[in-house]
Structure formats: C-alpha cells, structure tokens
C-alpha cells in the first residue's frame, strides 16, 4: 500500500487513476463498436463473396490442370 506524504500527491494518483479509467472506457467502447460492425450482414457478405472467389480461383486452376 502506498503511503503519501502531501496531499497534492493524493491529487496527482487520482487524476493519473481517472484519466487511466477513462482510457480504458474508451478503448472498450471502440473494441464494442468494432465488434458490432463485424455481425453486420454485409460483413458476411463480404466475407463470404471473398470465400467463395477463392474456392472459385481454386476450381478453376485445378481444372485447368486435369487437362
């Protein structure tokens, strides 16, 4: 436990401690804002049109060398 000897010392632990907290609010309000942005139906399109032209790719070239 930490012992302080002034009080703007008590002043400055809170200030660091509050900007601290607010920090990581904010961090954890973008992490949800992205997260919510990635279950959007167009993300899944998106990442399903994606999927599928490399599977498409992939058919292609292995028909063009069974011939």
Do not use: C, H
């Amino acid at each position: 436990m930490k012992t302080y000897k002034t009080l703007d010392d008590i002043d400055f632990d809170l200030k660091r401690l509050t900007l601290e907290r607010n920090i990581a609010l904010e961090e954890i309000k973008g992490a949800k804002g992205e997260f919510i942005e990635s279950l959007q139906p167009a993300q899944w399109m998106q990442t399903g049109a994606k999927i599928l032209g490399k599977v498409g790719v992939m058919m292609f070239v292995k028909k063009l060398f069974r011939k």
